[in-house]
């Protein structure tokens, strides 16, 4: 990975910070993305003691703000002039609706639209950075999810926070199924991985998941753990040319048909398109 460059997102606490640790040590340039100034900038000092990689920045985006990306995409493009590979693995996740200071339900907002307006913003950089790799961070809690496109902003029925946060997942996986048609002769290629149930710290903003949280250290991977497949998609000659596929464990793994359906894939794209105001 030397010479190449990393953005991660949500990278100062879990698979992030983890993912950022391992390719500091595989000698890439890697950008550490974060909401928090202050905890991004420890997790970056701490990264950099330990491999010794100097090469590491931190640069500062709230998903939850359409106008924090876009600067955040001024910013990196006025910084860099090239973007080896894109690790999107940001996320929030809530109990109680919540929305975004532009409507719309947050957890739709954070982890799906906000995902998908940095992918459109960057996409020219990673193109002219090819062969370059983009990773989305997923979960298989997308299977939980159903068609409801029409009611994303969650005004019609009744809201659930693990079926919000299932359909984000969801749209995720879409997302890089539909871009990897997109981008087919680019020599930009585009996955999606499941990295499996692992202790982060997504959900300790919600009180009762915060009581249950140290349960969750008995049953779940470690983030280092949890980082290995996003690593493997992001460096491994393995996976050299592979796209719009969805990995668990390093190994490639059948989504099922709801998130390979091309009309619905089409009608997220341009509903994502008018929300982000890119038409």
Request: with cysteine; glycine share 6%.
């Amino acid at each position: 990975m030397q010479g190449k460059i990393c953005v991660i997102t949500g990278a100062n606490s879990g698979i992030g910070k983890a993912t950022s640790h391992k390719l500091a040590e595989m000698n890439a340039h890697v950008v550490m993305v974060c909401r928090n100034k202050e905890k991004g900038k420890k997790a970056l000092e701490e990264i950099k003691k330990v491999t010794g990689n100097n090469s590491i920045d931190l640069m500062i985006c709230d998903f939850v703000s359409r106008k924090s990306i876009n600067k955040f995409a001024e910013n990196y493009k006025s910084m860099y002039k090239r973007l080896d590979v894109l690790i999107i693995n940001h996320g929030i996740f809530n109990l109680n609706l919540q929305r975004t200071e532009d409507g719309i339900e947050s957890m739709f907002a954070v982890n799906y639209l906000g995902s998908f307006l940095l992918l459109n913003l960057l996409l020219e950089v990673i193109k002219d950075s090819s062969p370059s790799r983009i990773v989305i961070i997923s979960s298989d809690i997308y299977k939980q999810a159903r068609k409801n496109l029409q009611d994303y902003n969650f005004e019609k029925r009744k809201f659930r926070g693990f079926i919000a946060y299932a359909e984000s997942k969801l749209y995720g996986i879409m997302i890089s199924n539909f871009l990897s048609e997109r981008l087919k002769g680019t020599d930009v290629t585009i996955n999606s991985t499941h990295p499996g149930f692992t202790k982060t710290n997504i959900g300790l903003n919600n009180k009762m998941y915060k009581i249950f949280y140290p349960l969750f250290g008995i049953f779940a991977k470690t983030p280092e753990k949890g980082s290995e497949t996003p690593i493997y998609l992001a460096s491994s000659p393995e996976v050299e040319g592979i796209s719009g596929r969805h990995f668990v464990n390093k190994k490639q793994t059948e989504t099922n048909g709801i998130s390979q359906n091309k009309e619905f894939q089409q009608e997220l794209w341009e509903l994502s398109k008018r929300l982000c105001n890119l038409e």
